[in-house]
């Protein structure tokens, strides 16, 4: 998975409770991005990063906040989980904006109860 | 504008038989098209991309073919194998590298 890790991998929560999802890289790739998957939507781009503390709202960013203070790490928050917030979460890196090739991680699921 | 249309939803094929997969999107302002495979419980896995300069790009037995005026691009797999059996996924970018993604297609090569 290109150098990518996610944690936790699994999580089980309740509506209301915060809920922090970190994605770390060694590739010391500028760009990172985060993703939600849900059955019939494919992937929908949640957050992005195009360098440190530097971030910007994907298609679905409703409910979401993200933080970049390294270059390997960005951290997706959901403040307060709601039920719609069930999903599975991949996080993907890219060097270069202008070659396009993103390399996902391999995810977490996310069960909001 | 910003949508990507893939289809089959799910598709069957026989080993050695030749899946085809379509997308279309809307946004001529996309110009890189990649594919991603994925696994059960795996992220996706970059396989192939084309950009709209070229009208087919072919690696191993995975070829892109691009119609830059209908705005459609299709997934080919020649000589399918059982371990391609996977989720396929299209997507569309701009310059700000912006993936939209297709809804994928799940694709099944019985032995």
């Known amino acids: 998975d290109a150098g990518i890790t996610q944690s936790p991998r699994h999580k089980v929560t309740e509506t209301g409770t915060p809920v922090t999802l970190r994605c770390h890289q060694t590739?010391?790739?500028?760009?990172m991005y985060w993703y939600r998957q849900d059955p019939g939507h494919g992937l929908r781009l949640i957050h992005y990063?195009?360098?440190?503390?530097?971030?910007d709202k994907g298609e679905v960013s409703d409910g979401y906040s993200v933080s970049r203070s390294k270059t390997e790490d960005f951290l997706l928050t959901l403040e307060s989980a709601t039920s719609s917030q069930t999903s599975v979460y991949f996080c993907?890196?890219?060097?270069?904006?202008?070659?396009?090739?993103?390399?996902f991680g391999p995810g977490t699921r996310l069960t909001v109860t | 504008q910003q949508q990507v249309k893939q289809s089959p939803q799910s598709l069957i094929v026989q080993k050695g038989g030749i899946p085809i997969i379509n997308c279309a999107y809307e946004?001529?302002?996309?110009?890189?098209f990649p594919w991603y495979q994925q696994f059960p419980g795996k992220g996706p896995a970059l396989l192939i991309a084309?950009?709209?300069?070229?009208s087919e790009k072919k690696e191993g037995r995975f070829t892109i073919s691009f119609n830059k005026s209908a705005k459609q691009f299709s997934l080919h797999i020649m000589d399918s194998q059982p371990g391609d059996s996977a989720t396929y996924f299209c997507?569309?970018?701009?310059?700000?590298?912006?993936?939209?993604f297709g809804t994928g297609t799940l694709l099944a090569v019985q032995p």
């Open positions: 993907a890196i890219s060097e270069s904006i202008l070659e396009g090739e993103q390399y």
């Open positions: 590739e010391n790739h500028r760009y």
């Open positions: 990063s195009y360098g440190v503390k530097d971030t």
């Open positions: 946004n001529t302002a996309f110009d890189y």
């Open positions: 084309i950009r709209p300069d070229v």
């Open positions: 997507a569309a970018g701009g310059a700000t590298n912006k993936l939209i």
